[in-house]
């Protein structure tokens, strides 16, 4: 199975990285083509754009991710979460999605997300070789999400590359970190855990879901940008609307680092 091969190849040399994100993206290219056909110049709107959750999808300027776009997740607390709900949505509705450059995503974290396994390509350690794997999957998927750029010394030439790659290709690179220059960049701030407390109401100190403001800034965006209260985590798994949780019977405790 691919991805057990990529897991197991995580650590080998970066000549072997690079001959197994090759033989990857070989085996992805050719079922990966029937659902890109959105992906022209010629094509709808709506064949722009990928899916995403509903409450997410109420914030970004299209409703979607658009083909061709560079979408930015600064690091912090949520943003993990926050790349995942941004690819759940395509993955389920048939998208090829890869992730580089993450170790600590494995595919039941994935599955849970709610990836699709038998469309996802995960390439955990790609080392020195991360720009040119990320360029690689592009040429073959719909989505691609890269982290660790900054520490494998992508530059902003290397980001300008990636990025006409992604136009070109009709594909949406998502960046997990810095991105400057991204077309879109949404972030989290102000992450609050539900269900400290004793209780039923207070989830007998387990932490149920986690209440955060998603800001956007970017193109077609007003100026001052555009934030919405979400829990990412809800209760459950996913994303849904932060509609508020009574203060009775529960507290929350400000996520810090």
Same mark, same amino acid.
């Given at each position: 199975m691919t991805r057990a091969a990529m897991g197991s190849g995580s650590r080998a040399d970066p000549a072997a990285r690079w001959e197994l994100a090759r033989g990857l993206l070989h085996g992805f290219e050719?079922?990966?083509?029937?659902?890109?056909?959105?992906?022209?110049?010629?094509?709808?709107t709506e064949e722009r754009m990928l899916p995403?959750?509903?409450?997410?999808?109420?914030?970004?300027?299209?409703?979607?991710?658009?083909?061709?776009?560079?979408?930015?997740?600064?690091?912090?607390? *949520?943003? +993990?979460? =926050?790349?995942?709900?941004? $690819?759940a949505e395509a993955s389920a #509705?048939?998208?090829?999605?890869?992730?580089?450059g993450r170790p600590e995503?494995?595919?039941?974290?994935?599955?849970?997300?709610?990836?699709?396994?038998?469309?996802?390509a995960l390439v955990p350690r790609p080392g020195a070789d991360l720009l040119a794997v990320t360029s690689a999957l592009l040429d073959g998927l719909d989505v691609v999400a890269v982290a660790g750029a900054?520490?494998?010394?992508?530059?902003?030439?290397?980001?300008?590359?990636?990025?006409?790659?992604?136009?070109?290709?009709g594909a949406v690179l998502v960046a997990l970190g810095r991105w400057p220059g991204a077309d879109l960049e949404l972030s989290c701030a102000d992450a609050r855990w539900h269900g400290l407390g004793?209780?039923?109401?207070? *989830?007998? +100190?387990? =932490?149920?879901?986690?209440? $955060?403001?998603?800001?956007?800034? #970017?193109?077609?965006?007003?100026?001052h940008g555009l934030d919405a209260r979400l829990l990412l985590p809800a209760l459950g798994g996913g994303v849904a609307d932060d509609a508020g949780i009574p203060e009775a019977g529960r507290e929350m405790a400000r996520v810090a680092g």
């Open positions: 050719n079922r990966a083509t029937s659902t890109r056909t959105g992906a022209g110049d010629g094509s709808s995403v959750a509903e409450p997410l999808a109420r914030l970004l300027p299209a409703g979607g991710l658009r083909r061709g776009s560079t979408v930015a997740v600064p690091g912090g607390p *949520g943003s +993990g979460s =926050l790349l995942l709900a941004l $690819l #509705g048939g998208a090829w999605v890869g992730v580089v995503l494995g595919v039941v974290a994935a599955a849970e997300a709610g990836l699709r396994l038998d469309r996802l900054e520490r494998a010394g992508i530059r902003a030439t290397d980001r300008q590359r990636l990025a006409a790659r992604a136009r070109q290709r004793a209780g039923s109401s207070g *989830g007998c +100190g387990r =932490l149920r879901s986690r209440a $955060l403001r998603v800001r956007l800034h #970017g193109r077609g965006v007003a100026p």
